[in-house]
């Protein structure tokens, strides 16, 4: 009996009706070689143990690591086969791995001086230090170099964690009397006398004092923005929006405040501030909320 | 740099050892099955199975054809390193410790370990070109040191032996007659046990690592003392770049060993000190246990580590590596 054979709209390869004594053979494997940033794509057919059509997509990034000039015998050896645990070895086997992390060849430090000092003596500090003068460190909002505690400009920072503490007490949620009667269980963040509001409150709250950045540099990343816009207050979050493909910014990221008018001033401050030779632009992140 | 992890190994790694040309790492470790991997991707090439016992150390010929292993279970083979066949048995009393290959690949020095009434010794081995020619017989046995021989290796144009062990004494022996030439100085050496040695691309010099927290360089013909690396950990495994004027050592205490904890982990590094100036360079970090094993490729542009965790990694260095100045 002839197996009629329509023309597929969609060719979908699972369900290809191919004669039925062919059925043992695999699409073939596919290679997308290596792209600009060094993507690489294989997609293999297999049977599972069950019997089944397995497609695996293999996606990997093909990074050149070292320039390897063999010498003719060391070429010969490339392709020796392989023998004793390694003949099945295929190519998703996990005995070698690139490192996820950099690993750099640390210097040492001499005692005493902190990593971040030497950071930061790159930019504001530079002159100060060569001066000879003594490294000004104000408390409240952590600024080095630029006045003392006493003198910090930004003195209403000073206890960011109590003002906070005294909003719950205006809020209902907590307040509200265990429901069920007196022999039930009241989870501590219901009981009378409770701290804190319910989580989505604080949460909305500061994502109200959110601040949108853009046109980021290619290279900025999460602990540039907190050091950048750490004067202005206390921050609970930084993000930046990361190209997966290429590792780098997609030039624009997100800061939380504690504070509103610590956002507020960031704002004033620093939209049009050069930061890495491109002009920041820095605004609310959802429509400005009164 | 980022280094690539093979993880072969299900026990502790003892020994690297990189071929000549620099393209092929031999790893040796506690689980019996020596390895060869690719050294510029770390591509696992084979394993040599056969060994009963933890594999000490390996050394391979300089045409990358043979390899010579000495194990625990009292005895050294000799690979064809490309099938992975193993073509002699050499069988010994007891665990062999130590072993290389002489300038010419034809004799090998082995030493074993003292075994309940045997004491220490270095055997000299002829190495055919033929393996079916391959005899048992030792060219040369010495005997003498007390205590275990943790590295012997041929000195200068295979005139000597030199040794060094858990005595802390380094010794220069003739490697014809077996007579005892020199000795290090009790005082100014090393206090605890040696437990490696590196000689330099030259053969000029060698490096000594100790548990006594320090590395020394000696030279090789009148076995003085040059230099002295000071670390604040016992040293497992010594290295030298063949390229520029660097030492590496590595080490560690092992983390049961040491009563408070730190968080962070994978923090057992490799010390990279200056050659001449004797100071500290920098640290490579990453391994989960004590460093017991170090090897420069011989072109200088990478290295590899062995530690505790079972792991090797491969390092090649970036291009601000060859610019360091202190």
């Known amino acids: 009996m002839a197996i009629d054979k329509n023309e597929p709209s969609k060719l979908r390869w699972g369900e290809l009706e191919e004669d039925d004594d062919l059925d043992f053979l695999l699409p073939p494997k596919e290679v997308t070689g290596p792209d600009e940033n060094g993507i690489k794509k294989v997609i293999e057919y297999k049977f599972n143990e069950e019997g089944n059509k397995v497609k695996i997509t293999t996606t990997t990034r093909v990074r050149k690591l070292a320039k390897a000039r063999l010498s003719k015998r060391a070429l010969e050896r490339r392709n020796w086969e392989k023998f004793g645990d390694a003949v099945r070895e295929d190519v998703g086997s996990r005995l070698t791995m690139v490192s996820t992390e950099e690993i750099l060849l640390e210097r040492p430090r001499a005692p005493g001086t902190k990593q971040e000092e030497m950071k930061v003596a790159g930019d504001s500090l530079a002159q100060l230090s060569k001066g000879g003068a003594v490294l000004m460190v104000c408390r409240t909002c952590g600024k080095k170099g630029d006045h003392w505690t006493s003198k910090c400009p930004y003195k209403d920072l000073a206890a960011p964690v109590e003002t906070f503490v005294e909003k719950p007490a205006t809020s209902e949620a907590s307040a509200a009397a265990p429901g069920a009667g007196k022999g039930a269980y009241v989870p501590p963040s219901m009981r009378a006398g409770a701290e804190r509001t319910t989580g989505s409150d604080m949460r909305r709250r500061n994502d109200e004092n959110s601040v949108r950045v853009t046109n980021l540099s290619e290279d900025t990343r999460e602990p540039d923005l907190h050091e950048l816009f750490r004067p202005f207050g206390a921050v609970t979050r930084v993000y930046v929006a990361m190209d997966q493909k290429t590792g780098t910014s997609r030039g624009f990221g997100f800061v939380n405040f504690v504070n509103r008018e610590d956002a507020q001033r960031a704002i004033n401050k620093l939209n049009g501030y050069g930061y890495d030779n491109l002009i920041l632009r820095v605004e609310w992140a959802t429509p400005r909320t009164n | ?326």
């Open chain 2, 1 to 326: 740099m980022r280094p690539i992890l093979m993880k072969g190994h299900e026990r502790p790694l003892t020994f690297l050892k990189y071929n000549r040309d620099g393209d092929l790492l031999f790893s040796c470790a506690k689980d019996h099955t020596p390895t060869v991997w690719f050294a510029d991707n770390g591509e696992r090439l084979g394993t040599y199975r056969g060994h009963n016992g933890a594999v000490w150390c390996c050394d391979v010929s300089r045409d990358s054809v043979r390899l010579i292993t000495g194990s625990a279970d009292q005895t050294v083979k000799l690979w064809n390193v490309k099938t992975g066949a193993q073509l002699y048995t050499f069988n010994f009393g007891s665990p062999a410790r130590s072993v290389d290959f002489s300038v010419g690949d034809k004799l090998a020095v082995i030493t074993t370990d003292p075994f309940m009434e045997l004491t220490s010794a270095i055997h000299v081995k002829r190495i055919a070109r033929d393996p079916t020619e391959q005899t048992e017989e030792s060219v040369l046995v010495i005997k003498g040191p007390q205590g275990r021989i943790n590295r012997a290796v041929w000195g200068p144009l295979n005139r000597t032996i030199i040794s060094a062990g858990e005595d802390a004494v380094i010794r220069i022996w003739d490697s014809e007659t077996g007579k005892l030439l020199m000795e290090s100085d009790k005082d100014s050496g090393h206090k605890k046990t040696i437990t490696s040695l590196s000689k330099s691309a030259d053969g000029s010099h060698f490096l000594t690592g100790s548990l006594d927290k320090s590395a020394q360089l000696w030279d090789a013909r009148t076995l003085t003392r040059i230099k002295t690396y000071v670390t604040e950990r016992p040293v497992n495994a010594v290295a030298m770049s063949p390229l520029l004027d660097h030492v590496v050592l590595g080490g560690g205490q092992d983390a049961s060993a040491v009563t408070t904890t730190d968080h962070r982990a994978g923090k057992f590094e490799a010390k990279f000190y200056d050659k001449i100036l004797q100071e500290e360079i920098g640290g490579v970090k990453g391994h989960f246990g004590p460093l017991n094993a170090l090897a420069f490729n011989p072109d200088g542009k990478s290295f590899s580590s062995g530690g505790e965790d079972g792991y090797v990694r491969l390092h090649h260095f970036d291009p601000d590596y060859f610019n360091i100045k202190i």
